[in-house]
Nanobody, 131 residues
């Protein structure tokens, strides 16, 4: 079965860095879209970044552009999120998510997917940024 396991969260001071890792298994990683989402207390879950595994094409929410980098290692079926210049507002639970298409070629582009369309989710890793 599909599994997504996140790690790398922790507590850091504002301006610091963290690298999140998501190890995937149980599906054709190379045909998937992968994303990082976060949810702060009392707020809705938002997409932070997404990546087309096949093309390496990426998309970021405006608030993290220039600070966060999403990347992947197809051979290891692993997704990463490098987070630099962290801000207090980055605090939240970070989730790894996968869209695994039932058709190939898939009918949707990775960048067009919304939160509800991702098929699988990890359990999350907490990121806390203090001032």
């Amino acid at each position: 079965q599909v599994q997504l396991v996140e790690s790398g969260g922790g507590s850091v001071q504002a301006g610091g860095s963290l690298r999140l890792t998501c190890v995937a298994s149980g599906y054709t990683f190379s045909r998937s879209c992968m994303g990082w989402f976060r949810q702060a207390p009392g707020k809705e879950r938002e997409r932070v970044a997404s990546i087309n595994i096949e093309s390496d094409g990426t998309r970021y929410t405006d608030s993290v552009k220039g600070r966060f980098t999403i990347s992947q290692d197809n051979a290891k079926m692993t997704l990463y999120l490098q987070m630099n210049s962290l801000e207090v507002e980055d605090t939240g639970m970070y989730y790894c998510a996968a869209f695994v298409p039932s058709r190939w070629p898939r009918a949707r582009t990775c960048s067009s997917l919304n939160r509800a369309e991702y098929n699988y989710w990890g359990q999350g890793t907490q990121v806390t940024v203090s001032s």
